[in-house]
């Protein structure tokens, strides 16, 4: 299918402004362009039923935590879903991803917690993983603070977030806890030292561009760490049975579509439900563009339908 009008139309915005040229970026400066284009493309004026801002306990220091509750809740405790943002894990925060999640939440009926993790460089991995587990485990153990039922928890997360939220899963079954009961991951990357057919067809001028992604990396992951520790990349994980069952969405033109792609085969093939969607004509990062692409609206309450049910 063609690129669709409205990314095309926004990828040359993005060029024209300049946003993402590497040989002149630094985190400082690649957090604030990022922070700008997500105020003029995330989902505007989205209502919802309560926002309260906290900061959960971590192991460096405190984590803040962004809890949506959706318009229209039923009665009794509700579903949940602990949120990661993209960013490579670098950049993006709670309010890059604040309409975002505002949709998700009204559209899944879950009660979404969004975290803000620690991001590198000032904390390298395996900081954000370590956030993580640690806000989900919270999450779970205090369910009935948050009115949330413990049986009907997920984790999700989208590129960058979408690592963080499979990384979870394999950590909670490690460890035996906690039970979550889905796993929603958007363009995730899983596989930093793969080299796929879609690496090598979008590697520019679709969004995101490659040479930010290994920019973003080497500021994520110090010298030593081994690039296929599945930590980073969970498709080298090997074993996945017992894991949650799986919503994984990619996008046509996104340089991460294989290993979304792939890591839905993968878990297909330990025996875990997935439901998987490429999201034709679409760029990495579109579900988050709902102000600048039409589509990207519908493609989050369809997916938010999904959740709903799966969680029901």
């Known amino acids: 299918m063609p690129l669709d009008p409205f990314a095309k139309r926004l990828l040359d915005m993005v060029a024209v402004g300049g946003l993402f040229d590497p040989a002149e970026l630094t985190p400082p400066t690649i957090r604030q362009a990022i922070a700008q284009l997500a105020r003029a493309v995330d989902a505007k004026n989205v209502g919802i039923g309560a926002i309260e801002n906290r900061k959960l306990p971590g192991p460096g220091g405190d984590i803040p935590v962004r809890v949506y509750t959706p318009m229209q809740v039923g009665p009794g405790s509700s579903p949940g879903l602990v949120y990661f943002h993209g960013g490579a894990g670098v950049f993006c925060n709670l309010d890059t991803h604040d309409g975002f999640c505002r949709v998700l939440a009204n559209e899944s009926g879950c009660r979404v917690i969004s975290v803000d993790y620690r991001l590198a460089p000032e904390d390298p991995f395996p900081a954000a993983v370590e956030d993580s587990y640690c806000v989900t485990k919270w999450v779970l153990d205090n369910a009935s603070e948050l009115s949330l039922d413990p049986t009907r928890i997920a984790v999700g997360g989208d ?12 950590a909670a079954r490690h460890w035996c806890e ?41 500021h994520y992951c110090p010298p030593d760490i081994d690039l296929r520790d599945p930590r980073v990349s969970p498709l080298r994980v090997g074993d996945v049975t017992g894991l949650p069952k799986a919503h994984i969405h990619t996008a046509e033109y996104d340089p991460l579509r294989d290993e979304g792609k792939a890591y839905a085969d993968l878990l297909q093939r330990g025996g875990v439900d997935v439901q998987y969607s490429c999201h034709e004509g679409m760029i990495h990062h579109f579900y988050a563009m709902a102000a600048a692409i039409p589509y990207a609206h519908n493609a989050i309450k369809v997916a938010g339908r999904a959740i709903k049910e799966a969680l029901s």
């Open 159 to 170: 590129s960058a977030g979408g690592t963080l939220a499979a990384v979870v899963c394999h």
């Open 178 to 218: 906690p039970k979550l009961a889905l796993q929603i991951l958007f363009c995730p990357v899983t596989d930093v030292a793969g080299n796929t057919l879609s690496r090598r067809l979008f590697s520019s001028g679709y969004f995101l561009d490659m040479r930010l992604f290994d920019w973003a990396l080497k």
